[in-house]
């Protein structure tokens, strides 16, 4: 029986790095993670893992070399006038750079799961800016902690234990009871349940309750018709602002219940800029609970390479940057790509019908572990290899704080050693194709 320790979780956001493995046979034991983590790592011995190049020949999927798909897979690309190449947020950002130059390179669009999720986030931070914090400061100095529009745990089971609720920080020695909990959100949910105050706001009033907090910062009073709009008291919104104002050190993660409601990034640009004018009166940081192990890793990699954080447009040779037209919910919606490249993503099960209705029309390739409804619609189907399983590489942590990651096993296939040898491949052959 083979034990490795300290395996970096590649599930969430979180990216717990403290996760113990025994590994014997086709018999894996999973410690320290949660429940999503534990079925993430089982997929190294599912029995219902790709292990086998396919390619779509008179309809069906079929056996294929590996050769074969590679070739194929690149002239899909190559051939292509506009091609989609969307990067998920399971694996590295090795991965992600292939992808994003290979997009580059053939006039392209590079896109990846912050699109439909964190996307306004990001956009609120482009207009607000953001004052931030890494885990382990929040961790050590946070006596208030506020989810805002999160609720972390059914979404991110450890986040709470390990960096904000629970955890014995350097001036929070004893935990949760050195720490005060506020939850927004207009479901009454476990994470709800759990804090101090829990704010129930009505459905997709984010912003007016922003508003209406900033409002009584400045030490005026918001109109008494706010109350009826938000579902929520000015003498609760008091009691809130007061608690902010008094804590030592405040955090707030806002989860998608900010980004996804009316308002989209602008909640996110008013709750950026409450924090930086509570920051006048203490301590407040903000930062997102991304829901991807790597989300943040596209962002970060796509900001430093080309300036824009998603959704990035080469067509005419240089980057561009508009979303709602250049992103790729947008390009599906309005058939403006002429092929796909999926990797480590979903985006049949969750994208707009109209948009996977595309995808089916359209030649796409993708990357992937196990079978799901976009390898179902593929062309060309490649076996991905498990990043922090199967072979090294860096995620970004929802701090924006890089995660090198060793593996506790080696790559299953002979052809690829990881998702980055397989990208690379790909990329040398479409050079070859394009003759550069």
Partial sequence: MMVTKNIVCPVCGASCDDIQVELEGQGLTVRNACKMGNAKFQEVVSPHRIKEPLVRVDGD????SWDE???????????????????????????????????????GIADSNSTVCHGPTTMGIQEA?????????????????????????????????????YPRGYWTQRGRFDRTVICV?????????????????????????????????????PHQT?????????????????????????AIYVGLGIASSY?????????????????SHTKFVIGALRGHCNVAGFNQIASYLYGFPFGLDFARGYPRYNPGEYTAVDVLRDRDVDAAFILSADLVSHFPAACSEYLAQIPVACIDIAP??????????????IDAMECDGTFYRLDDVPIYFQPFTSSPFSFTESNVDTMNQIFKRVKRIKGK
């Avoid at 998920?88 to 994003?100: D, Q």
């Avoid at 709800?192 to 009073?221: C, F, M, V, W």
């Fill in 61 to 64: 999927l079929r056996r294929a």
């Fill in 69 to 107: 798909a590679i070739e194929m897979t690149a002239r899909i690309l190559a051939n292509s006038e506009r091609p989609l190449l969307f990067m998920g947020s399971e694996t590295s950002t090795e991965a992600m750079e292939v992808g994003i130059h290979m997009a580059e390179f053939l006039g």
């Fill in 129 to 165: 800016g953001r004052v931030g914090a890494t885990a382990g400061q929040s961790k050590s100095r946070a006596d208030l902690t506020v989810y805002w529009g999160s609720n972390p745990l059914e979404s991110m089971p450890r986040h709470m234990s390990r960096y904000a609720v």
């Fill in 185 to 221: 959100d207009p479901r009454r949910s476990i994470t709800a349940e759990n804090a101090d105050l829990h704010i129930q706001l009505n459905p997709n009033t984010d912003y007016e309750l922003l508003s209406a907090l900033l409002t009584l910062l400045h030490g005026k009073r």
């Fill in 226 to 250: 706010v109350e009826e709009v938000t579902g929520v008291s000015i003498s609760e919104m008091e009691r809130m602002l007061e608690m902010m104002k008094s804590c030592n050190y405040g």
């Fill in 263 to 279: 308002g989209k990034h602008r909640n996110a640009e008013l709750a950026f800029n409450l924090v930086k004018e509570l920051n």
């Fill in 372 to 385: 799901c409804p976009t390898t179902m619609i593929s062309d060309v189907v490649l076996p991905g290899v």
